[in-house]
């Protein structure tokens, strides 16, 4: 049994991975492949029935294409034939990955490290405290840092939209917050345009209408995933999840897509 190619080229979410397996063999009992995520196998697919015999060759051409975030570790595929003697034999396609920005967002820790309006610094102590988190399942947490510990905000969601046609904005990334306003609990969200990322830092605009604000501009920079306690301590985390009024459920559903 061998593999064309063992290897893709490099691709991004959405690219489809291609290869096809050939097998010379009697007979095949069982055929089936793995996705293989950072070395751990976490799928497996029979298909057995999609090979293509020619006398005593058999063919099967495999794709795929890749999901969000595949792009955060390594990944491949092994494909497990067993032939009439119940021998086995395996062959692997290793697939090689360019991060995207969603999954940078995801893969690391994030601190706000520059707030600034027309040149003048207006970064926050409590900003600077702060630690975002952004999981893979689009909810998002931020550890304010015991100092600046609040249950008045239950944050919610992070929404991600690649806007290439958009100038130098190369994406818009919302976010999304229960806000206890006092009198009422509101929907709160801000969109902020990313006009460069990398693994190390991210830059973006906003706009804050309220206070006659444009082109706000921020860079947040990386870290790796550590100790993290979200609202700055156990106590508030525990009020703010206590808060019906604050759950992310009631959040208005047409927020979590931008247009």
Request: proline residues 2%; contains cysteine.
């Amino acid at each position: 049994m061998v593999i064309d190619p063992a290897m893709t080229s490099e691709l991004m979410i959405g690219d489809e991975a291609t290869a096809t397996i050939t097998i010379i063999a009697d007979d095949v009992r069982s055929f089936e492949y793995y996705k293989v995520v950072n070395g751990t196998k976490t799928d497996t697919t029979d298909v057995l029935s999609e090979l293509t015999k020619s006398g005593t060759t058999y063919t099967y051409d495999f794709t795929y294409e890749l999901q969000g975030f595949d792009d955060m570790g390594t990944l491949g595929f092994e494909f497990k034939m067993v032939d009439g003697k119940n021998e086995a034999h395996r062959v692997g396609l290793n697939i090689k990955t360019k991060a995207s920005v969603q999954s940078l967002i995801a893969f690391y820790d994030w601190k706000l490290t520059e707030s600034s309006y027309m040149g003048f610094d207006i970064l926050s102590d409590a900003d600077k405290a702060a630690v975002h988190r952004f999981n893979q399942d689009g909810s998002y947490e931020v550890d304010l840092g015991e100092e600046y510990a609040s249950d008045e905000r239950h944050f919610c969601y992070w929404v991600y939209k690649e806007t290439p046609n958009n100038g130098d904005t190369i994406a818009v990334f919302r976010l999304l917050s229960r806000l206890d306003a006092g009198v009422i609990v509101i929907d709160y969200f801000t969109d902020y345009r990313i006009t460069a990322a990398s693994g190390a830092s991210m830059t973006m605009y906003w706009d804050v209408p309220s206070y006659g604000l444009k082109d706000v501009k921020n860079v947040m920079t990386s870290k790796a995933k550590g100790a993290f306690q979200p609202y700055g301590s156990a106590a508030m985390e525990t009020s703010v999840n206590s808060k019906a009024a604050l759950n992310c459920s009631n959040i208005n559903s047409d927020l979590l897509t931008i247009p």
